[in-house]
């Protein structure tokens, strides 16, 4: 893992956009995207940049089970806020939350993890080292799934909700082993709250209880960090 510390999150979004410009470079065609505070100042980045992908496709992560497109919490109307609007992309998918057939909808979304190999995927992470919406215990070759949330996770996401009963309690996230199989991958993680999971993903051992930890076994991973994320790694 090549690790990339950071002042803050301006000059991480800077990094990360540097990234996706490299991988323009490169011919990437398809981008593995994220949700969740972490990676809106990369995505401000791009969006302030000449960077152009009206030719190529992305991917998110993840959906909440339950929400409409359209729903102001919704991970597809997020990236329309901070990315689509300004950078569209030919075309972009995220898994379809109205649809009540879990195994349905992860089918059909693992057809189209296969037929668009991601060139590079962005990850945030959960304060328990979840990666999308994969919680401990996720089997490392999972593809699409449904996902029940945890109690931590419905927490730290409730913030964005009028009410924590709001926060839906299921998602359809990619997989790990779907996540695994972009052929670079770049993890970003903030403040303190995330320091814990930063040192057990980066120095701890690679373990089901820390999805996060499967990167060590990924050959192409950018983690950029800031200070206060990193101030738990021995190195
Ligand atoms: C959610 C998302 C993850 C994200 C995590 C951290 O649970 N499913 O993809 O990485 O939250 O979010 P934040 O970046 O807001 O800390």
């Known amino acids: 893992m090549k690790i990339i510390k950071v002042k803050n999150q301006v000059e991480g979004g800077q990094v990360g956009a540097r990234i996706f410009q490299e991988a323009l ?6 981008f593995g995207l994220a949700t969740g505070s972490t990676p809106i100042s990369i995505y ?3 969006a302030k940049s000449d960077m152009d992908f009206s030719d190529k496709i992305s991917i998110n992560l993840d959906e909440y089970k339950g929400l409409s497109g359209d729903h102001n919490q919704s991970y597809r109307h997020f990236m329309q806020e901070h990315l689509f609007n300004e950078k569209p992309f030919k ?4 898994p379809d939350g109205l649809n009540p057939d879990g195994f349905a909808e992860s089918d059909r979304y693992d057809a189209i993890l296969d037929e668009f190999p991601r060139d590079l995927q962005i990850l945030g992470l959960g304060q328990n080292g979840h ?13 699409t799934h449904e996902v029940d949330l945890t109690e931590s996770t419905i927490e730290a996401n409730a913030r964005f909700f009028d009410d924590q009963n709001d926060v839906p309690r299921q998602a359809y996230s990619m997989g790990i082993k779907s996540i695994m199989s972009a052929k670079q991958i770049l993890m970003v993680a903030y403040g ?6 930063v040192q057990a993903m980066i120095e701890g051992p690679v373990t089901e209880k820390v999805p996060a930890s499967v990167l060590q076994k990924h050959d192409n991973v950018i983690v950029i960090l800031d200070e206060a994320a990193a101030s738990k790694l021995n190195q």
């Open 25 to 30: 470079q490169n011919k990437a065609q398809v």
């Open 44 to 46: 401000d980045a791009i």
């Open 91 to 94: 075309k972009s998918y995220v």
């Open 131 to 143: 990666i999308g919406f994969n919680e401990p215990g996720t089997s490392f070759e999972s593809t």
């Open 192 to 197: 303190e709250n995330k320091a814990q999971a």
